[in-house]
């Protein structure tokens, strides 16, 4: 069983940048793909960027979201067991609560909701204009 706890959510202005933490607990989340998603008022929850171990040397792939390219860095600390996002340049439209997820699949389809096992309990996330 894998517990995460986000952090690092709250109100930034436009062009603002703010770094989500995604703390794990109970398992090494290096064992897992991990993503984050988000979901504003009325709406779904959507994929935002994901992580996932390919091997011991080529390391961590990462995907993102088209509308968060370039903007947003999803990575890694083992040794903290922690998985970050790294939000620069945000927007009005950024504004959602942000989750973090887990998933033992490294075959899942790392966009899909329903792929992923764990999740977190949400960081809002609002930028103002």
């Known amino acids: 069983q894998v517990r995460l706890v986000e952090s690092g959510g709250g109100l930034v202005q436009a062009g603002g940048s703010l770094r989500l933490s995604c703390a794990g607990s109970g398992r090494a989340l290096i064992r897992y793909s991990m993503g984050w998603f988000r979901q504003a008022p009325g709406k779904e929850r959507d994929f935002v960027a994901g992580i996932r171990f390919i091997s011991s040397r080529s390391g961590d792939r990462t995907y993102y979201t088209d509308s968060v390219k370039d903007r947003f860095t999803i990575s890694r600390d083992n040794a903290k067991n922690t998985v970050y996002l790294q939000m620069n340049s945000l927007k009005p439209e950024d504004t959602a609560v942000y989750y973090c997820?887990?998933?033992?699949?490294?075959?899942?389809?790392?966009?899909?909701?329903?792929?992923?096992?764990?999740w977190g309990q949400g960081t809002q996330v609002t930028v103002s204009s």
């Open positions: 997820a887990a998933t033992a699949n490294n075959y899942a389809d790392y966009r899909a909701v329903n792929d992923y096992d764990f």
